[in-house]
């Protein structure tokens, strides 16, 4: 009886789908922003766990005024690992294609957010102590500045589109051969 209701299949794919993305996230972040690899492993962990957590708050709470057909569709894959029949609505798969992507982009939002958000977090500190020891040394001042938007949010962005890609092959194969 607890297996047609707990999801427990979901839970473990959503746990894989977290696995790849951190490796990949976190190897993208250590290459582009020049991150020691504990802590471009630690970013990714955490722009990760706080983008999935948010993402299934937000689609509990959205979930109620989703038309009925997409939300059919979505608790139909999420509980029993498949969708219903596509005659059910016509415009489901645009439906489906225009969740991806709403996704996809919110998705890199939140991580990028997150991203800088811990980086004032966790390196200010050092910062305010390191220019009290020395304000003439002006390479202190890189981290305040951290890294640049512009490579930071091309750099969330490429780790964003690689992770999403090999998580929708990685749904793909388990799709077709299961």
Known sequence: MLANVFPLQGILFQFLFLLVAIAIESFILYRELNFSRKKSIDYAISINLFSTILGWVVFFYVHPWLPRSLKSQLISYIFFDRFFSFAQSPNIVTELILSG?????????????GLELLQI?????????????DKSNPRYFRLL???????????????????????????FIRTRFS
């Open 145 to 171: 500045a951290f890294k640049s938007d512009r490579l930071l949010t091309n750099t969330i962005f490429q780790a964003n589109i690689y992770s999403f890609g090999v998580i929708s092959i990685i749904l």
């Open 121 to 133: 977090l966790l390196e200010l500190p050092t910062y305010v102590e390191r220019k009290k020891q």
């Open 101 to 113: 992507f709403v996704a996809f982009f919110a998705t890199f939002v939140v991580k990028l957010k």
